[in-house]
């Protein structure tokens, strides 16, 4: 089994080049449903979700030709069944997605029910919801969502709270139900706003994209597109934390400073120096690592996504910090393993209580869910001794080669086989 090993304390120096956006490939990937004739995705970040995505794609009859930074997908053989499967929609609740393009475009999908998780259950209520006021009949039959529309039709949406996944299946949705939609309270997220302009690409009418309250203009046909997908602002934010834990000064390529704006103010906050240059972003830091309070809130707010790798970077400041995480009821997963590296940390419900400590102690540790086991990689970068981040398939899910990245910036970090290591 795959391991990362990280011998800490080197400070950062050099070059790392942002991928892209995962969050933003998932259901531009899905939107491909919709319509015909060949889609290029280019950009695209080289993730076990994106495997899945096109594993669950080519079940669906499409024809689909990874070649990272490239993803090409073709309408292939048609008279397939408009269902997701357990055994895929379990490896990635994003899977959740070709829901809405399915009932849109083949008036039938059948999705597996995608369960919880190990940071919260994630209801898809507001999905249901949403295509129910399009016209859909919404059933929930052995673990499974049926859904069947002759053909959807607009109608005025209003979330109960707003969800990316939900304003996302919603939107594409809608860009095929006959007349208009208008969807309210959505998810304001960079990646919703970059969904929104690939539908309009393919011929949609979608207004407002990345705003509180969306209008879709229902269209008869989509085509096909081609699209380079945007920057991953939760991959160049793990890497702005891990400069900010080791010290150092990095150049980060194709870094989203605007979509980061909420982590910039933070991380500046703390002591780091965080300048554009040109379309890439300097970060370094020689100042003390000050304790920042933080509350995770929906885009434009501090992303849930960056409260764990925030978290590390806290667990090595001087001073106290507060942590509250609003958005995931379990999403302190990462303590745990944080102090038995030597952190100080207390958690009251939805709040953790960070006292830095001048030195954290590598430990063999485990990861628990994507970005807890970026917080351990941070962790291991700035800790004395060794660090063993074991269950890396986490990691593997949403952060392309990010042992190779660090390594190319002076990290002495590798992955490992622990049954060749152990053996």
Known sequence: ????????????HGRIQVSGAKNAALPILCATLLSDGESLLRNVPGLRDIDTTAALLRFLGREVSVGIPEVRVHAGRRNVPAEAPYDLVRQMRA????????????????????GGCQIGARPVDQHLMGLEALGAKISVEHGYILAEAARLKGAEIVFDIPTVTG???????????KGRSTLVNCAREPEVEELGRVLNKMGARVEG??????????VDELAPFDHAIIADRIEAGTFLAAVGATGGDVLLEGCPLDDLEP?????????????????????????????VDVTTAPHPGFPTDM??????LMACAKGRSVLTETIFENRFMHVPELLRMGANIETHSNT???AGVEVLSGASVMATDLRASASLVIAGLVADGETIVRRVYHLDRGYQAIEKKLAAVGADIQRINIADEEG
């Open 95 to 114: 899977s959740v997605l070709v829901l809405g393009p399915l009932v849109a475009r083949f008036g039938r999908a059948k999705v597996s029910l995608p």
């Open 209 to 218: 994209a990345g705003t509180s309250i969306i209008h879709i203009h229902g």
């Open 263 to 291: 982590v910039i103010v933070k991380l500046r906050k703390a002591g780091l120096d965080i300048e554009r240059e040109g379309d890439a972003v300097r970060v370094s830091r020689e100042r003390t690592l000050r304790g």
């Open 352 to 354: 953790a209580l960070v």
């Open 307 to 312: 409260q764990a790798q925030f978290m590390a």
């Open 1 to 12: 089994m795959d391991a990362i090993r990280i011998r800490g304390t080197r400070r950062l």
């Open 167 to 177: 304003t996302e299946n919603l939107m594409m949705a809608a860009a095929l139900a």
